[in-house]
Every structure is written in structure tokens, then in C-alpha cells.
């Protein structure tokens, strides 16, 4: 653990007026659900991302795609918060707001008490139709795991409310990302490999708009060279030290 790091981020933190935070798969990592992009364990690393996530891949074979991500909708459901998500959720309360825009589609932090959570990529929890119809369901129960469910309104098939490649994220959502990487003073960026835009730019955009900028990561990442602080440990062990009392 850099105990330097983490008393310089701290000291940031304690200051700070306007924090934001951006997570990403890292943070639900000791959770036991996997990220996409580390090696072995990652999940691009053992499935083809164009044939399981992408609007394509959807069409070309929907029980196939289903069956996937009702698999890791059970391993969300299994997963209970970790020691990084509580400790985002109690800092809240120093702060006048204290907004998480996630990449994750787990909806962990909501679950571990945090109230101002932008899920930027989706939840998994939902699923939505995969015409146009607009139809949108939140409860998980009773989603069967073979053939996707037929929409009840039109018939098409139902599909998870995720963002998938090729798709366009939700504007409202990205425009209130943009706006508080834009004014916030200070961003936490916890476990993200900075890989996938538009959410990739959020830090850079933080800090030409003057932002202090603290990455949790235990591995490079393509944002550390926006960072004004890395502390190269997991967001579990990291993320209480940087706001709880010493
Ligand atoms: P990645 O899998 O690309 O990156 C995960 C990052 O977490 C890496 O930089 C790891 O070093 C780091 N990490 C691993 N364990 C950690 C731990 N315990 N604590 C802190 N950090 C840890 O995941 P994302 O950057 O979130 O998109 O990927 C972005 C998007 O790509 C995802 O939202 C998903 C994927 O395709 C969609 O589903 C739309």
C-alpha cells in the first residue's frame, strides 16, 4: 500500500467541494464479478465481445446472447458489495453531493447505499425491448434462461438494458456525465481501464477544466497520465483509507 499516495489523496478529498466519481469493472472485481479486459480472468479474454454484446451478435443468436447474460445476471445477484462500494456510500454524507457515473451494469453501488449513481452502460437487472416499442422492465424475477421472453407489448424479443458496441449511450445520462467532469474539482477514477469512450474521456475532460484527478487502480491503466495522484492498490483496500477517519 503507498501510504503516501493515499495521505496526499486524502488530503484532496478532505478539501474537496465538488468530488465526482468514476467507476468501472475494477470496483466490483473483489465483489466476484469479472472484469472485461484483464488478462486470463477478464471476459473478453474467453468471449468474442461482437457476438455477445453487440446488437448483431443479438440477432444472429438471441438464445445464445440470452443464455450469457443470464448467467452473469445470477453471478450479480450472488455478489454483495464490497469494502469500496460502502466506503463511496459513506462518503456521501461529507459531501453536499457525491455522484458515481459507473461503466458497470451490476448496480452494486446502489445496492451498498449510494443515491446518486449514473449507470452510464445500462443495469443487467433490466431488461427492454429489442424494437422500438420502448418497453422497459425492472424486475429480474422470473426471466427464464434458455430463449429470451417475447416483449408483452409487441412480441419482439426481450433483451438486457445494457449498452452494447455499436450503441449510443443514454443522452440525458452522458450529458450530466459531461457536465460534472466539467465543474466537478476533484475526480476518483476506481478500476476502469480507460479503454471505452465516451466515459474514457471524462478524466481528461476533469482535468483541463481544472479538476484534481486520483486514480485507484492496481495496474496501468491508458488514464494515467491524466492523473495527478495513482494509488496502485484495489479499490477494497484503497477506498476506505481515502475517506474514513484515521
Ligand atoms: P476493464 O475490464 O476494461 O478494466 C478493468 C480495470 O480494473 C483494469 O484497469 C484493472 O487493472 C482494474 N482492476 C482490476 N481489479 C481491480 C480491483 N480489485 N480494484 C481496482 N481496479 C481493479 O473494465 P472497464 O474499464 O469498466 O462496456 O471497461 C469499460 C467497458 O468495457 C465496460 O463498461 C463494458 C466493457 O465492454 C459495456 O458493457 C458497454
Keep these: 500500500m503507498d501510504m503516501q499516495a493515499i495521505t496526499l489523496a486524502r488530503a484532496v478529498l478532505a478539501a474537496a467541494r465538488r468530488p465526482v466519481v468514476l467507476t468501472g469493472a475494477g470496483m466490483s472485481a473483489e465483489s466476484g464479478v469479472p472484469t472485461f479486459r484483464d488478462a486470463l480472468t477478464g471476459l473478453w479474454s474467453n468471449f468474442d465481445p461482437e457476438r455477445l454484446a453487440s446488437p448483431e451478435g443479438f440477432a444472429a443468436d438471441p438464445p ?6 443470464s448467467e452473469r445476471r445470477r453471478g450479480v445477484l450472488r455478489a454483495q458489495p464490497n469494502a469500496g462500494h460502502l466506503a463511496l456510500a459513506r462518503a456521501a454524507a461529507y459531501f453536499e453531493q457525491f455522484p458515481i457515473v459507473t461503466q458497470n451494469v451490476d448496480g452494486l ?3 451498498a447505499g449510494s443515491l446518486d449513481v449514473l449507470e452510464l452502460h445500462g443495469n443487467i437487472l433490466r431488461t427492454k425491448c429489442f ?16 430463449e429470451p421472453p417475447a416483449c408483452p407489448r409487441c412480441g419482439q424479443w426481450l433483451r438486457p438494458d ?3 458496441f455499436g450503441e449510443l449511450l443514454d443522452a440525458v445520462l452522458l ?9 466537478c474539482d476533484v475526480m476518483l477514477v ?5 479503454v471505452v469512450y465516451p466515459a474514457a474521456a471524462l478524466p481528461g475532460r476533469a ?10 487502480n492496481p495496474h496501468p491503466s491508458e488514464l494515467d497520465d491524466q492523473a495527478h495522484l495513482l494509488i496502485r492498490d484495489t479499490a477494497a483496500r484503497a477506498l476506505p483509507m481515502l475517506f474514513e477517519p484515521a
Design 190 to 194: 476506481v478500476g476502469t481501464s480507460g
Design 131 to 146: 424494437g422500438e416499442c420502448g418497453f422497459r422492465c425492472d424486475d429480474p424475477k422470473d426471466l427464464p434462461a434458455g
Design 64 to 69: 445464445l446472447v440470452w443464455g450469457w447474460y
Design 109 to 111: 453501488h446502489a445496492r
Design 162 to 164: 445494457v449498452v452494447w
Design 175 to 183: 450529458e450530466r456525465a459531461e457536465q460534472l467532469a466539467q465543474c
Design 207 to 216: 482535468r483541463r477544466a481544472g479538476a484534481q484527478v486520483i486514480i485507484v
